[in-house]
């Protein structure tokens, strides 16, 4: 059946062709797929007439013309080569099939048209397929054009079924050319010239997912994919239509007449939509091949093997084992999924929950467990309570692990519902070439370099969080920082920081280029641009977030924005803002009196000669069903001083799967039975179940004696079960640091540790403490994501504070304790 545009033609032949091809490409009535439909057919009802004409002059039967690859598709762009294969059952001599050849092919090159052609029987098409992946990949997509419709079909049927049968080594290969040719040509969602057709997330791999599904061992994520090829397939029609070439490369010069010939704003507007797309194919690849080797590794398996492991008691067929990673998360065959008992729409923080823990253990979260969470995930309150703060930060303090959790949660809408502004953000190129990403991946990559130099801050979270938002103005008009001062401050608000900690967010993201842009363009010898640096930080605390900032921001950039002279400016300025910062160190604060419950517990301790404890759990405000919801359980400690209570504490709540969130240890003095002073320790403990229910308190203190008069071996105990379960591949973290704060108290050395959290991490501290015959006076501990800012108040056992090299010695111990 003859296309409309071919009812035109006045000519059968080339010319013919070539004007109603023209007409077709020049018009503005149809674009898109219905245009490249619409050549599809205008071309094969050409070719079809030269076809039935040559065979007959040829004298040609058991033959057809086959268009395969993008053709076979019915994707032709303007500028698109002509796949085809004459395919002959072998009846003919070789002079008549090279007579039916030359009047195929001839045709096409005279039109100036690209043509990759061959001449096989259905053997040797098979054969070719078996040796070069390729070939077989364009076969998978043989439509017949003219001739021997059955001959056709037979090869179709031969072909999907070779790639079905050989699924196990295809398969495999094909990932591999997918990734080579990723590497070579880069991600397109990130480019600023994307090659459409090669670059990771591009055509290719779109048709590579086609590929998979005809296999039968896996399916892509249908939600938004056709979409996706039909934004990449129509922004090469309009590249080639305004270049005349055919090109897959957006290069710069071009977009604006691309954008325009699209019906687009202009050229930010164009590459955004292209980025939408390719991400969209991006994370279908990711998701169907992490699909694929998952089965063909169960196919791996011994059959005998197999089916034992695949049989539970009874015959029945045994599930994938789960392995517990937060409440509500467990492991299962490699991906994170939901707890059975787990309840999205009553447990708001579960999404957090959730991306955490997979990050946290380097795991990919399942894309069906994504989908429910972002279809049934009861909202955040806003403020947003302080597990899903936690659970944020530990999110971001994953590092690289981050990355491919937070491209999960965004491919279903998440993190736009999490925080609405970053909707602004999302797939935002940037002109500026010294930019690797787009705006929204370089805050990501900025927080993950952050989490690298979390050990060189004293609160890591806002350091996660600033670095997470430092750009989030860009896309608004006027100056990025000063748009992005107002988003991030109601943004950190929305997170639930106070407002202490809200402002520094702001300023952090208000100064985030003072540091680099004034130690590379400012005299640091004049007096004035170091006051002003000082004037817009504040404070060294300040101060040394910034410098962190700074680092992480320029490395996220690109190779061209970091370097060890840039490093050295800003180092030397941040030490003379320091300097003129310590002029205006405040005063140690003085600490405050116990509260009735503490001093109530101190006097029950001082009675019976033992620990007290008590558990309360602090309720949310009423959900909307009425039932109050649990956001932190605080444990309180009395007990008479005596050495190793913060490693026996520590250690018994290690054990029992408790995660320390906070922690304050002071001494106090009671008077006895006959009015001697006696000293006491009051520990409070802000702490929360890894999973399942809280143990009851009469076990704890049981333990807690046990630990304190030697016959419960905490650290072996911690041991055996380090031991039971095998470490977990994901991200290393960086080395633990222990340091001596400078002028941190006149009454003690300050001993600052920061590290990884870890179950037993304070119990080590703790022991290390003790073993170095340091006597620890005050704690306070703070677990901000997976990080553990600790500081210990110390003394010799004179009770002064320790000499400088002693000091020295001590952090050093510490360290190599932890280490």
Known sequence: MTTDVTTETEEPGPSGYAAAR?????????????????????????????????AERARVRGAALVAVGGYGRGELSPRSDLDLLLLHDGSAGAAALAALADALWYPVW?????????????????????????????????????????????????????????????????????????????????????????ARGGLRDATALRAVAASWVADAPREGLAEARRVLLDTRDALHLTTGRATDRLALQEQDQVAEALGLLDADTLLRQVYEAARTVSYATDVTWREVNRVLRARSARPGLRALLGRGLGGAKAAPERTPLADGVVEADGEVVLARAARPERDPVLTLRAAAAA????????????????????????????????????????????????????????????LPDWERVRCRPQRNPVHTWTVDRHLVETAVRASALARRVHRPDLLL???????????????????????????????????????????????HLLLVETATRRDLDDPATVRSVADAVTSTSTLELLHA???????????????????????DLVRRVA???????????????????????????????????????????????????????????????????????????ALHRLTVRSADLRAVELPDEVGEPAELLLLSWRVAAEYGSLPQAARLRADLVRALDGSLDIRARLAEREAAYPRRRG?????????????????????????????????????????????????????LGANAVDAFYVTGADGEPLPGARAAELAREVEKALG
């Open 579 to 653: 300097a003129v910062l310590d002029g205006e160190a405040p005063e140690e604060p003085e600490r405050a009196a116990p509260g009735a419950e503490h001093e109530r517990l101190a006097v029950e301790a001082l009675r019976t000669g033992g620990p007290v404890l008590a558990l309360h759990t602090r309720p949310a405000p009423p959900a909307e069903d009425g039932a109050p919801e649990p956001v932190g359980v605080e444990l309180l400690i009395a007990l008479p001083d005596r050495p190793g209570v913060l490693p026996a504490a520590a250690g018994v709540l």
């Open 465 to 511: 969080v600033a670095a997470l938002l430092h750009d989030i103005g860009k896309g608004w008009p006027g100056d990025h920082s000063e748009a992005g001062e107002v988003i991030a401050r109601d943004m950190a608000a929305r997170i639930g920081f106070d407002r202490h900690d809200v402002g520094v967010i702001a300023t952090l993201v208000r100064h």
């Open 359 to 418: 990050a946290e253990a380097a795991l990919p979260l399942s894309r069906h467990l994504v989908r429910h969470l972002a279809a049934t995930a009861r909202p955040l309150p806003v403020p947003w309570p302080p597990e899903a703060r936690e659970e944020l930060v530990t999110l971001l303090g994953a590092g690289e692990a981050a990355v491919a959790v937070w491209e999960a949660l965004e491919a279903e809408g998440i993190v736009t519902r999490l």
């Open 731 to 783: 991200v290393k973290a960086p080395p633990p640091r222990v340091t001596v704060a400078a002028a941190g108290s006149r009454r003690a050395t300050v001993i600052e540790v920061r590290a990884q959290d870890a179950p037993g991490l304070l119990h080590r501290i703790g022991r290390a403490l003790e073993q170095s015959g340091a006597q620890v006076r005050s704690a306070h501990v703070s677990t």
């Open 110 to 198: 005279d039109l100036g048209l690209a043509l990759d052609h061959s001449v096989r029987t259905p053997a040797e098409a098979r054969r070719t397929a078996g040796e070069d992946l390729k070939v077989q990949l364009g076969l998978l997509d043989a439509r017949p054009v003219a001739g021997d419709l059955g001959l056709v079909a037979s090869l179709r049927t031969a072909v999907l079924a070779d790639w079905r049968n050989q699924a196990a080594k295809r398969l495999p290969a094909l990932d591999e050319l997918c990734r080579e040719r990723g590497e070579r040509a880069g991600e397109l969602q990130f480019l600023l010239e994307p090659d459409l057709k090669e």
């Open 549 to 571: 900032l700074t680092e992480a921001d320029a490395l996220a950039t690109g190779p061209a924005a970091w370097s060890a002279w840039r490093a050295s400016l800003v180092a």
């Open 22 to 54: 023209l007409r077709l490409l020049q018009g503005t009535a149809r674009s898109g797929p219905p245009r490249r439909a619409a050549l599809a057919r205008l071309t094969d009802d050409w070719l079809t007439g030269l076809f039935t004409a040559a």
